[in-house]
């Protein structure tokens, strides 16, 4: 059944990434869970500490991958399907460009949110890390090593080329895949901030981010390409709020 997501309908389709979507994140915060009753059992992880940090999301990069993996087994898909491949300078020069647009539009959307005198909600690790601040250290490697690879192929490699190939378009797979990547966010961004205009504003601005990733990883055709943006840019974003914390700006 190689391929089979190519005759599946839009609709199905749409469901199919929404259904993955959730499967990530629940396998991952499940993963998270054990890995982290397993590894306390051994050696302290006090709550908001590096370490306890550190394990639940290599656990959640893990879930991410177990579902993507299930899904392509399921449906015979070879890892081509992923349109991922070494990198050559053009794809080096391209994921620094996609980094930087990615910061701009961040700007550009700060300023438009504060024009607006909006609002937005801050990641429940950011939230948790104000009495500990070096529980945001070990976030900063692993957005490059765990999160950017990881996420970026459950949501660009896995369910937007899924998308791609039902919608038969690829700005279609795009905005339906960066929707879907932002919907995701609601427990990370909601669950301590509260469910009101703030969060709106946020997955607004997540939804925009998301996009751009897709841009990226359709004009290039190299999953590398975003999943180095996707990297380097939380790294930076962790790296900056555990500077702002300890007061260095």
Same mark, same amino acid.
């Given at each position: 059944?190689?391929?089979?997501? @190519?005759?599946?309908?839009?609709?199905?389709?749409?469901?199919?990434?929404?259904?993955?979507?959730?499967?990530?994140?629940?396998?991952?915060?499940?993963?998270?869970?054990?890995? &982290?009753?397993?590894?306390?059992?051994?050696?302290?992880?006090?709550?908001?500490?590096?370490?306890?940090?550190?394990?639940?999301?290599?656990?959640?990069?893990?879930?991410?991958?177990?579902?993507?993996?299930?899904?392509?087994?399921?449906? @015979?898909?070879?890892?081509?399907?992923?349109?991922?491949?070494?990198?050559?300078?053009?794809?080096?020069? *391209?994921?620094?460009?996609?980094?930087?647009?990615?910061?701009?539009?961040?700007?550009?959307?700060?300023?438009?949110? @504060?024009?607006?005198?909006?609002?937005?909600?801050?990641?429940?690790?950011?939230?948790?890390?104000?009495?500990?601040?070096?529980?945001?250290?070990?976030? &900063?490697?692993?957005?490059?090593?765990?999160?950017?690879?990881?996420?970026?192929?459950? *949501?660009?490699?896995?369910?937007?080329?899924?998308?791609? @190939?039902?919608?038969?378009?690829?700005?279609?797979?795009?905005?339906?895949?960066?929707?879907?990547?932002?919907?995701?966010?609601?427990?990370?961004?909601?669950?301590?901030?509260?469910?009101?205009?703030?969060?709106?504003?946020?997955?607004?601005?997540? *939804?925009?981010?998301?996009?751009?990733?897709?841009?990226?990883?359709?004009?290039?055709?190299?999953?590398?390409?975003?999943?180095?943006?996707?990297?380097?840019?939380?790294?930076?974003?962790?790296?900056?709020?555990?500077?702002?914390?300890?007061?260095?700006?």
């Amino acid at each position: 059944m190689s391929h089979s997501t @190519d005759r599946t309908s839009p609709v199905v389709a749409v469901a199919g990434a929404a259904a993955l979507a959730l499967a990530g994140l629940f396998v991952g915060l499940l993963l998270g869970v054990i890995s &982290i009753s397993l590894v306390s059992s051994v050696v302290p992880l006090p709550s908001n500490s590096p370490e306890r940090n550190a394990v639940a999301l290599i656990a959640q990069g893990a879930g991410l991958v177990a579902v993507a993996a299930l899904y392509m087994d399921r449906h @015979d898909l070879p890892w081509s399907y992923l349109r991922i491949s070494k990198p050559t300078l053009r794809d080096l020069g *391209f994921a620094v460009a996609a980094t930087v647009v990615l910061f701009g539009a961040l700007a550009l959307a700060s300023a438009i949110i @504060d024009q607006l005198g909006l609002t937005t909600t801050e990641h429940s690790v950011t939230q948790s890390a104000e009495e500990n601040p070096a529980a945001l250290l070990p976030l &900063i490697p692993l957005s490059i090593l765990i999160t950017g690879p990881t996420e970026e192929l459950l *949501f660009r490699g896995v369910i937007q080329t899924r998308l791609r @190939d039902a919608l038969d378009t690829p700005a279609g797979g795009v905005v339906v895949a960066a929707a879907v990547f932002s919907l995701v966010h609601i427990p990370a961004y909601g669950l301590t901030s509260g469910f009101g205009p703030a969060l709106a504003t946020t997955l607004a601005v997540l *939804f925009v981010l998301g996009g751009l990733l897709g841009a990226a990883y359709e004009y290039t055709g190299n999953l590398l390409v975003p999943i180095i943006a996707h990297g380097v840019y939380n790294a930076v974003v962790f790296g900056s709020n555990y500077a702002e914390a300890v007061g260095a700006f």
